[in-house]
Structures are given as C-alpha cells and as structure tokens.
C-alpha cells in the first residue's frame, strides 16, 4: 500500500473528548476498513511524527515567548505571553493543550488497536509509538499544571505526567533492540526521572547516555513543501519581519533554525527532541545537589569542552535577521558589549554583527560559558548559576526555558466547559512570585554612545536565588 493513499487527522471536540481518531479523505474508509490493512502501523507511526512536529510549532514558539529567550517583536503570534499573562480562555493555549492530547491519543490507539491488527507490525514499531506518546505525557507535565490523561478524567498533575512518561519509555526500552535508539530512549527517561526530582534513576540514566552516546541528538524533521514548516524557523529567521527577538545576551544563538538555499520552504531544519547534553546537565545537577563541586565541575567542563564545542556550526545571511519590529532598539553590531544585569561585568561576543553580512550560529548548541568561568565558580550558588546559564543557551529556540522558570499554563477554559472534573484553581497558571512582569524579563537599555547593553533582569541569577522553591532545579531538593 502506498502511504500517500491515506490523510490520517485526529478530531478533538474538547481536550481529551471520546470520538473518532481516524479521518481519511475517502469517505468510504473507516477505522474499520483503515485497521489490520497492510503496513497500516508505518502509516499510524508517519501520522504521530506529524502531529509531533505540530506539537513542537506550538508548544515551542509559545513558551519561548512567555520566557525570557524571546520577545515578540511583531504581531503575528501571541501577544500577552510576553507579560507573562496566561489565561485559560486564551485559545492559544486550548490549541496547544489540544496538540498535546492528539500525540497521547494516537499513540494510545496506535498501541491498543492498530499495531495488534497488523501482522506487520515490529517490536520497534511499537517502541516507537511508545517513545513519542511517553513525549508527549511528558511534555505536557512539563508546560502544564495539570492536564486530564483521560478522557473526561481528572485533572492529573504533572507528577502523574511524568510517571505515565516512564512507563511508556520502558516499554520503548523493553521492546528494542537497537542500541542507538535505547540510548535515545534512556536520555528520555532520565528527563523524566528529572522532572520527577528522582535523583537516583536520573543520574543512573543520564549517566549511561554520558558513557554511551554523549553526542546523541534525536530530531523531529519538517517538510515545508509538503504543508508542515518549522514554525520557529519562520519567526526568527525565514519570514521577513522577524517576528520573535532574542534577549540581546542571547543573540549569538540565533538563529538556530535557518534557510541557506533560496527555497525557504524546502531547507526546513529540525528541532532536537533529546540531545546528549541533557545527560551532563541533568548529572551535574545532581551532584551539586549533593554539594559535590568538583564532580560537577568536571562534568559541566566535559561538557562544554567535548560536547558542545563539537556541535555543528553554519553561516547564514546575517542581514535577514536584523530584528525589525515594534522594538527597534535591538542591537545589530559586534562591537556591542552586554551586561546580564546591572551589576553584572560588561561581555563582549554576545551580540553578532548582522549587518556586515554573514554570521557563523549554531544549529544544535552553543553556549557562551568557559571553562574558564567554571574554575571561577567556587560556591554551589556560583557554579549553579553557570548550569542554569549553560541549560537556557542550550535549549534555546525549543521550547525548554519555561519550564525551567517554573511556569505552568493553566487547563483551558474549553476543557473546564467539558470536562466536570476540572477545578476552577486548576484553570490558574503557575507563575511564581519572583517571576517580573510587564514584560520586564525581556527589557533591556542600549546605551549606542557606549555600545553597551544592560539586562533588566538576570534570571538565572534569580533562579539560584530561589532553587529551593518548587517547580525548579529538582535535583537541588
């Protein structure tokens, strides 16, 4: 069978409603007719990978805007996120949680009735549906304070999200055989594990990818000539108003997605779902945890050393990137220097200089922290700060630094309409009290006599300041 012969969709009335998970464009083909046809799981798996990069053009641009990473500059997405002003009635977020609900839903159904029904089906195959529904369990338990896992269900905790995530990443583990795609799901399984604040089996995970795989980078591909570009590569660099910002410490890491060929919407880079520099991460963090600085010392310099250094770099057209907008302001020239706050130390190479022509960024991680800068770090707190400052470069433009800032996005208003069992403090965003508001995460002055830039807030240096409250840093608990 040819796997263009059939359009799978998924429709959601509400959140998580009951109904048909199957729409094909023959109106003569069923679910009945569509289960146990042959290679009817390769089809399943190829529509979850779809709806997993829709997620990601969601869950990413949304949350990057609400953190301090980037400002909408423009008016062509969400513009109270920046606040950060999260309401339930915002369809942005029903869309999102809706996305999210899609990839736990087909990989439910892809489990339990499409891969028993087709005699072609492999224990990779259904690992793979395991992986990528444990993704999405996880990913909404990282963004969301609480979302149902049921239809009409309760609303679950994140808690609840991730040990769902585990167990479905076991099972991914269990059924493969494939040494490289075990690592992936290990990575995969220490996240959880951290977001869980399970300090053994984390490090236990993340230390096994360290050793195995430390390179590991599992991407989600996109096809703009087929209908699904990267939504974060058109904001930040393919449309031409350049519609996100980034913090002006943080320019040097963008763009991260990028076209070099003169077709945009075939030269469409991936975003890392998982990638090895989580494992170091995670590792590190657990050892401060425990009050151990030489160990994470050691581990965060291998890991800017032989790791990221290592990562792969690209030049690009500077100038289609000179960050055009409400706010023009931001700075375009190398000479610029940057101060993370103002009683921070100026720094220069934070700021590319985009109207010379093009400029060398980085497509999987980059970061501006120094061995040398890990030396200096001689207390928990300062050598924390560099994790955190490490973490934010590293997982720029995917979606990540929300979560790390403790925020949450509430249940939506649709889902509380029908859903009986979502409470009204459920339908209340998490945003802790040392969070700024009125977009002050993302302000900054430029003084052009000087060429300096001066952050108002430094949110890694309030991070440390707070790692003793819920939502961060788990693995200082």
């Known amino acids: 069978m040819n796997f263009k012969t059939y359009t799978i969709a998924l ?17 003569n083909l069923t679910n009945d007719a569509f289960i146990g046809t042959p290679q009817s799981s390769q089809v399943w798996i190829a529509g979850m990978n779809k709806q997993l990069a829709l997620m990601l053009n969601m869950t990413v641009v949304y949350t ?6 980037y400002y909408n500059n423009s008016s062509l997405s969400n513009q109270v996120f920046d606040l950060p002003n999260l309401l339930p009635s915002d369809l942005d977020i029903d869309n999102m949680q809706r996305s999210i609900a899609r990839l736990t839903q087909m990989a439910e159904y892809g489990i339990n009735s499409v891969a028993p029904a087709d005699a072609e089906t492999t224990n990779t195959m259904k690992a793979q549906m395991y992986f990528m529904g444990g993704y999405g369990y996880l990913v909404g338990g990282e963004l969301c304070k609480g979302l149902p896992i049921n239809a009409g269900g309760v609303v679950s905790s994140s808690a609840d999200r991730y040990q769902k995530a585990v167990e479905y990443f076991n099972n991914a583990l269990t059924l493969e055989t494939d040494a490289a795609k075990k690592n992936v799901y290990t990575l995969a399984l220490a996240r959880a594990y951290y977001n869980l604040g399970n300090k053994t089996n984390a490090l236990a995970n993340a230390s096994a990818v360290m050793t195995a795989a430390p390179m ?11 209908g699904v570009s990267n939504t974060m590569q058109s904001y930040t660099f393919s449309n031409s108003t350049n519609v996100l910002a980034p913090l002006p410490r943080l320019d040097f890491l963008d763009p991260k997605f990028f076209h070099t060929s003169s077709n945009a919407a075939a030269d469409q880079k991936p975003i890392a779902l998982l990638k090895g520099e989580e494992a170091f991460l995670i590792a590190a ?6 009050g151990d600085l030489t160990t994470a010392r050691t581990i965060l310099k291998n890991l800017v050393s032989n ?12 100038k289609l990137a000179v960050r055009k907008g409400t706010r023009s302001d931001y700075p375009v020239l190398a ?17 590319l200089g985009r109207q010379a022509g093009n400029i060398s960024v980085y497509s999987v991680s980059g970061t501006s922290v120094t061995p040398a800068d890990l030396d200096a770090a001689t207390t928990v707190d300062a050598l924390l700060y560099q994790l955190s400052q490490i973490r934010q470069e590293v997982f720029i ?7 790390d800032l403790g925020i949450r996005f509430p249940v939506s208003t649709i889902e509380q309409q029908n859903n009986s069992n979502v409470k009204e403090d459920d339908t209340k965003a998490t945003i802790p009290a040392y969070i700024p508001l009125n977009r002050e995460m993302d302000d900054f002055t430029y003084d052009k006599t000087t060429g ?9 240096k309030v991070l440390v300041q707070h790692k003793a409250e819920a939502g961060i840093f788990p693995l200082m608990k």
């Open 64 to 69: 990057e805007i609400v953190s301090d990473n």
């Open 452 to 460: 300096i830039v001066t952050i108002k807030v430094d949110m890694n």
């Open 11 to 27: 429709l959601l009335g509400s959140l998580l409603s009951a109904c048909s998970l199957v729409e094909v464009d023959n109106p």
């Open 397 to 403: 433009s995917e979606g990540r630094r929300m979560t």
């Open 285 to 290: 963090e657990a050892a401060l945890g425990n």
């Open 335 to 351: 000479t610029v220097k940057v101060k993370a706050d103002a009683a921070a130390p100026e720094k220069a190479g934070l700021v």
């Open 216 to 226: 590991l980078l599992q991407n989600i591909t996109y096809d703009g000539l087929n």
């Open 307 to 318: 790791v990221i250094s290592n990562r792969p770099r690209a030049s690009v057209d500077g």
